[in-house]
């Protein structure tokens, strides 16, 4: 199985600043069609999670364009530009290039 | 409205069965994939089962191979899950997801339903 690995499980930001929330995975989400297949996905609290990115760099319909995408091969990030308390919750990567599909463990996004 | 509902779930036994069931509503549910995400008390997410759109095609988690099983009817706009020899750790609030449709591009689990809790004790 692809192990996915989220490098922290705690993220404090100040309100309007930048934050970086990584994912690695154990081998390449790369796909012959030229896809990677790692998402994004935010729930917040007392919520059922949210599609904000997929395929590594295509935001979701309704997301806001202060998220973003990145990455290749193994190692993938998602950065919000401003953060605002709206965004507070647990940020989860999740790899669908085989079955099973597999989540990171998580990352808290807490405002200071 | 698009969304999902999930249902059937509650306090059973360890050792003992539950089916839980996902309906959909407000779009073509026989051409979509239907995945099963679960969340143990406050653990993260950990995906469990998915069944392709006609049915022909599951896949499981490791942790639940052998016990659950996953099943669709396209007539009814409903997916289930089948859950035997429940233990302790499946306790869990479950959410079934909407996947990709074949035929379209792809967009991750779109669409989530509140989830159905499962205590096994």
């Known amino acids: 199985d692809i192990v996915m690995t989220q490098s922290a499980l705690s993220l404090p930001v100040t309100p309007g600043e930048p934050a970086t929330i990584s994912c690695r995975s154990s081998q390449s989400l790369l796909h012959s069609n030229g896809n990677h297949y790692l998402d994004w996905y935010l729930q917040k609290p007392g919520q059922s999670p949210q599609v904000l990115m997929y395929l590594g760099s295509n935001r979701a319909s309704g997301v806001p364009d202060r998220f973003s995408g990145n990455g290749s091969g193994t190692d993938f990030t998602l950065r919000i530009s401003r953060v605002e308390a709206e965004d507070v919750g647990v940020y989860y990567c999740?790899?669908?290039?085989?079955?099973?599909?597999?989540f990171g463990q998580g990352t808290r996004l807490e405002i200071k | 409205q698009v969304q999902l509902v999930e249902s059937g779930g509650g306090a059973v036994q360890p050792g003992r069965s539950l089916r839980l069931s996902c309906t959909a509503s407000g779009f073509s549910f026989s051409t979509h994939a239907i995945h099963w995400v679960r969340q143990a008390p406050g653990k993260g997410l950990e995906w469990v089962a998915v069944?392709?759109?006609?049915?022909?095609?599951?896949f499981y988690a490791e942790s639940v191979k052998g016990r659950f099983t996953v099943s669709r009817d396209n007539s009814a706009n409903t997916a289930y899950l089948q859950m035997n020899s429940l233990r302790a750790e499946d306790t869990a609030v479950y959410y079934c997801?909407?996947?990709?449709?074949?035929?379209?591009?792809?967009?991750?689990?779109?669409?989530w339903g509140l989830g159905t809790t499962v205590t096994v004790s």
């Open positions: 999740l790899q669908s290039l085989e079955s099973p599909n597999t």
């Open positions: 069944v392709w759109f006609d049915g022909n095609n599951k």
């Open positions: 997801a909407r996947g990709p449709n074949p035929w379209s591009n792809y967009y991750g689990m779109d669409i």
